[in-house]
């Protein structure tokens, strides 16, 4: 059975690593937000920076033409045109729309300045716009004198309020001013992109120009250089960061009319940050408003945070699969381990009961076993008067009519004292192996050699009438009953004396070995006709007589009554034999010392 426990903790396991991994997550995606807002507040200030940098670097250039003009004198048309071809304004500064000279025109000088510029060449020069005014300031010159920087010149920039304002402060303060938002005189039309102009004042050679009203007595034009945004950040784009949308407004007001320009990017941007910085160019201040748009974050490469999370519900889910598979092979090895356990169990029930049926067995064998030799017991015993009877009697009839009664009654006679004879000899066959059985007779240290005499002396007219040769080796002292072991010899000796070959005189010879400390090792060896070793087993079988000549009598009860006293006395019994060459029979019994 699976524990409620095990059943949870893949579970648990699970719960713990997403919450871990959220934790994670979570900490990651500050740390990524931190880190991006980090980098778009940098990309911000460093985009603000360049767009000054490239504003300061026009400011260097617009210094040197008016240092030119200062020892020049502002008349000096081809100067400039020399100088700007020198700059060559394509290539290092890019972004500038063109560069020019705003001459200053008091009313009275009007006719003057008029007279002088046709005669420059500009026949059909005009002031624009025209009209009565006490001072002018038309352009008089753009360089590079290519593209929409042919048109016309003579246009009034002191006529524009915010030109004028930022013309007024160049004056004034001697050094350079950016215009607000205008639209460039080279071009026209209501789509004109905006622009913005930098002015630098150039005062008469010469001329003192310590304090603000000396600046206005020496003014004698300004130079100026005038842009259109979009081209200005056009040339820095490369320099921009990518991902980052942003709309510069003149002013910081950021209303719609002073937007001086929109990147491209900026259309539908999602902003995950916006922010404004402000930048203060030439003296006036513009406003940069920044929004991160998407590509900025994938530009900074910020994919920790889902790394974390896919990693982690990843290792979460392989994690709490490892446990499911281990808490539910354990739960298996439990659940086998239970039923090998079951099937022990059954398996040692069913041997005790087999156990307990065996027991049951033997002992009801044993009892019948007890029971078969009492019966054999009391029938051969109470068989013995009525057959000695009929002995005596048969004999009696021998001795008193044989030879009266005629020839078959003398064969009968015969027959009668014969079989009485026999049955005689197996009744006291079988009465002395159930006596052998039946009595637990005490076992004590017997001389083997004292019990081969005693048989011996038992069979002595066998002995003598086969005319045997026996030889007796040491013989030890054995535990045993002594007139059972006199039987065991009598038997033994008996039947090679019954079983000798006729060819041979008989020769016996008995003799003892230690095979251990506690075991002799007995044979008793002959020279007869032998037995078959198909039947070295059977002959210890009650009743099995092989007896080939069918001379020798017998009951086939001797060899089991040996087998029978050798297990009592704890041995065992065997023969080795070959028909025509003799038999040994072998048997052990313990030392007289052996003590049970
Ligand atoms: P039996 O009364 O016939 O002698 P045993 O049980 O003593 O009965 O012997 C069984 C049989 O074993 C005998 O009939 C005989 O054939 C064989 N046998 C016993 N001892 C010998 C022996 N020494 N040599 C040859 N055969 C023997």
């Not at 200062?70 to 560069?99: K, T, W």
């Not at 009968?412 to 039946?438: H, P």
């Amino acid at each position: 059975m699976t524990s409620p426990r095990l059943k949870l903790s893949p579970w648990l396991v699970l719960f713990a690593s997403l919450a871990v991994t959220w934790l994670a997550w979570d900490h990651e995606r500050d740390t990524a937000q931190e880190q991006l807002r980090r980098q778009f507040d940098f990309a911000l200030r460093d985009t603000a920076s360049r767009i000054e940098q490239r504003v300061m670097t026009y400011e260097q250039m617009l210094r040197g033409v008016q240092g030119m003009f200062s020892i020049v004198g502002i008349s000096e048309r081809e100067m400039l045109e020399s100088y700007v071809a020198a700059l060559q304004p394509d290539a290092n500064f890019s972004g500038i729309q063109a560069i020019g000279i705003v001459e200053n025109v008091a009313a009275d000088r009007l006719g003057e300045h008029l007279g002088a510029m046709r005669r420059l060449g500009f026949v059909d020069y005009e002031i624009q716009p025209d009209g009565q005014r006490e001072a002018y300031a038309p352009i008089v010159q753009r360089e590079p004198n290519i593209g929409v920087n042919r048109s016309r010149l003579g246009f009034d920039t002191w006529s524009d309020p915010v030109r004028r304002e930022a013309m007024e402060k160049a004056r004034d303060s001697g050094l350079p001013v950016i215009s607000g938002k205008v639209q460039l005189s080279v071009d026209s039309g209501a789509g004109a992109p905006p622009g913005f102009i930098m002015y630098m004042p150039v005062f008469g050679k010469g001329l003192p120009r310590q304090n603000v009203a000396q600046r206005r007595a020496s003014l004698a034009g300004w130079v100026f250089v005038s842009f259109r945004v979009k081209d200005v950040m056009a040339s820095l784009y490369g320099e921009l960061p990518q991902g980052l949308a942003f709309t510069i407004y003149d002013g910081v007001a950021l209303a719609d009319r002073d937007v001086l320009y929109k990147s491209p990017e900026d259309a539908g941007a999602a902003a995950a940050f916006a922010s404004n910085e402000y930048l203060v160019v030439g003296g006036h201040t513009w406003t940069l408003a920044a929004k991160m748009r998407k590509s900025f974050e994938g530009g900074a490469g910020r994919h920790t945070a889902s790394v974390v999370a896919v990693a982690g519900v990843g290792l979460g889910l392989l994690l709490s699969s490892l446990v499911w598979l281990m808490a539910t092979g354990r739960a298996r090895a439990l659940q086998l381990a239970q039923s090998m356990t079951r099937d022990l169990r059954a398996a040692k029930e069913a041997a005790e009961d087999a156990q307990r049926s065996l027991a049951a067995q033997a002992h009801n064998l044993a009892q019948s076993n007890a029971d078969l030799e009492q019966f054999a017991y009391v029938a051969s015993h109470d068989l013995r008067t009525p057959l000695r009877n009929i002995v005596s009697y048969a004999q009696l009839l021998e001795r008193r009519y044989k030879g009266h009664l005629g020839a078959d009654a003398n064969d009968f006679i015969d027959f009668i004292v014969e079989n009485s004879k026999k049955m005689t000899l197996l009744i006291s066959d079988l009465l002395e192996y159930s006596r052998v059985s039946r009595q637990a007779a005490p076992l004590e240290a017997v001389s083997v050699a004292r019990v081969v005499h005693l048989a011996m002396g038992n069979l002595r007219p066998d002995l003598e009438g086969s005319g045997a040769e026996i030889r007796i080796g040491a013989l030890p002292d054995v535990r045993a009953v002594e007139t059972y072991l006199v039987s065991l010899f009598q038997n033994l000796i008996g039947n090679a004396v019954k079983y000798r070959s006729q060819e041979r005189p008989l020769q016996i010879a008995i003799a003892a070995e230690r095979i251990s400390p506690d075991l002799w090792q007995f044979s008793l060896a002959d020279n007869g006709i032998g037995i078959e070793p198909a039947y070295h087993d059977k002959i210890f079988e009650i009743f099995q007589r092989l007896d080939p000549a069918g001379d020798a009598e017998g009951t086939g009860i001797g060899l089991t009554l040996c087998r029978r006293i050798v297990h009592r006395f704890g041995g065992t019994i065997w023969v080795e034999s070959e028909p025509g060459r003799g038999s040994t029979f072998c048997f052990t019994l313990r030392d007289a010392s052996f003590d049970d």
